[in-house]
């Protein structure tokens, strides 16, 4: 008793000392990081260009769901990793938005390390065979309550509003949906009064529709274009090259894109990695089009791309550790701003084709429900727990009208006939196009009119 009294007594008088040596006592929450943003196609840290060197972090992996952020010793053991690595960014794919997060946010800033962070779980995401129930209100009163959970930390680099919802040519009729929860989101960050955080799509690595997708994403009016595109790319398999793996032509196929671009994913473990791509990517050769990327993954979930064993609360570092360890240390970025286009901008809409199953850029109009959350706010999220939404009702009942997603149009646009009158008084003459997939056009219709 007496020595712990005396223990606790000189740990109050070290805490009450600002000495240099004390942070290490507790871990701190309010560490700020100067927030990123974006300009021409690039980001930017301040007056620096900044290139994301990033992992992706989730582990237990979707099948045993786990908030890193919410879990002091287990972020703390990751974050040490990170810094080994010589990270500045990490994606998670799925959080617990009723969780505190301020400590591992805090730690994780005080790495230098931003965040890219999914929204989507996996009972609360837009279902790909299904995509028009699925967007609906009960989804995104849960992914906006996951925006207010992380919308006020500075290292919150950006949001990812879907993760590869298309996986092939026949699942494109997806993509309106997709941009609609892209602009949905926008709109909330400014109706809410948040910084105006990047949020953007992070699509499969299929190489039919990804230019496609990547200009579907950033036509139309600015309410609906997203701030920023990425993509999965396991086409560098070491040993290979700039031209073998073809990311030449991916270099060429993006070059005067408007908008930032990396890599949400990268890696290929068909050999054993050496992550020789990180020159490539870092260098000249990209810098001028791509902003970086996040190597998949952190943890070994049974797939082989883990750079870590976890066991218990340990987490080993594997053989892949080390050498992408070892490649990012060679690696500096490029002198001066890597070539980057000040101009950005958006691009024409891609055309309906065999790869590309859109006809036009008309989106679905936000859900009414949905719709009150801007002025209301969107309350309590269901954190790793909730029934799921994909079926939940509360669809969309209309086409939107272009700026209807725009900050100084709250909640206007909210089924076909106010969208009508709203956008009439608006804006004048609106060209009403029917519902973007024929067939869809039905199955929206019935659903809308089914919950009248
Ligand atoms: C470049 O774009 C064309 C046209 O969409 C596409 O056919 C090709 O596969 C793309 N190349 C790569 C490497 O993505
Ligand atoms: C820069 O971006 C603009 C707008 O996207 C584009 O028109 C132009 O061709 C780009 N320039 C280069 C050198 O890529």
Wanted: proline share 5%.
């Amino acid at each position: 008793m007496k020595s712990f009294a005396a223990v606790a007594a000189f740990a109050a008088a070290v805490l009450a000392t600002p000495t240099p040596t004390t942070p290490e006592l507790a871990p701190r929450a309010s560490a700020s990081l100067e927030p990123i943003t974006v300009k021409g196609n690039a980001f930017f840290k301040g007056t620096s260009r900044f290139y994301m060197r990033g992992v992706d972090w989730q582990p237990g992996g979707s099948s045993n769901l786990v908030d890193p952020l919410a879990d002091t010793a287990l972020c703390t053991r990751d974050i040490a990793n990170f810094k080994t690595l010589g990270l500045n960014t990490v994606r998670i794919y799925t959080v617990d938005n009723t969780a505190n997060h301020d400590t591992c946010m805090g730690l994780l800033a005080d790495a230098g390390i931003y965040l890219v962070l999914d929204v989507n779980s996996p009972l609360y995401s837009i279902n790909r065979a299904k995509p028009g129930p699925s967007y609906n209100a009960v989804y995104l009163q849960n992914i906006f309550a996951t925006i207010d959970a992380f919308a006020k930390y500075s290292n919150t680099l950006a949001f990812f509003s879907g993760n590869e919802v298309i996986n092939d040519d026949l699942t494109t009729n997806c993509a309106p949906y997709v941009k609609a929860v892209t602009r949905d989101m926008r709109q909330y960050l400014g109706s809410r009064g948040y910084r105006q955080i990047p949020v953007g799509y992070s699509a499969a690595d299929v190489n039919s529709n990804r230019l496609e997708m990547a200009q579907y994403m950033n036509c139309g009016s600015d309410d609906e274009r997203s701030d920023f595109f990425a993509f999965n790319d396991y086409s560098w398999c070491d040993p290979s090259s700039f031209t073998t793996s073809g990311w030449d032509q991916k270099v060429k196929n993006f070059t005067g894109y408007g908008l930032p671009l990396f890599l949400s994913e990268y890696g290929c473990n068909t050999n054993a990695r050496q992550f020789e791509e990180v020159t490539s990517l870092y260098s000249t050769q990209m810098t001028p089009v791509y902003s970086g990327g996040l190597v998949y993954e952190y943890s070994e979930e049974g797939s082989k791309y883990g750079l870590v064993q976890i066991s218990g609360s340990t987490a080993k570092p594997l053989a892949d550790f080390t050498a992408l360890q070892s490649a990012f240390s060679k690696t500096a970025n490029p002198s001066g701003d890597g070539g980057y286009n000040s101009t950005g901008g958006a691009s024409n809409c891609p055309k309906k084709s065999a790869n590309w199953d859109v006809a036009d850029d008309s989106l679905p109009a936000i859900p009414s429900a949905a719709a009150a959350f801007m002025k209301s706010g969107a309350g309590t999220g269901v954190g790793l727990q909730g029934k799921g939404s994909q079926n939940s009702g509360g669809t969309s009942t209309g086409t939107a009208a272009p700026g209807s997603g725009s900050v100084t149009a709250v909640a206007s646009g909210t089924s076909a006939s106010a969208t009508k009158s709203s956008a009439s008084s608006l804006q004048g003459s609106m060209n009403f196009q029917p519902m973007i997939v024929s067939g869809l056009v039905v199955a929206f219709t019935f659903v809308g009119a089914a919950l009248l």
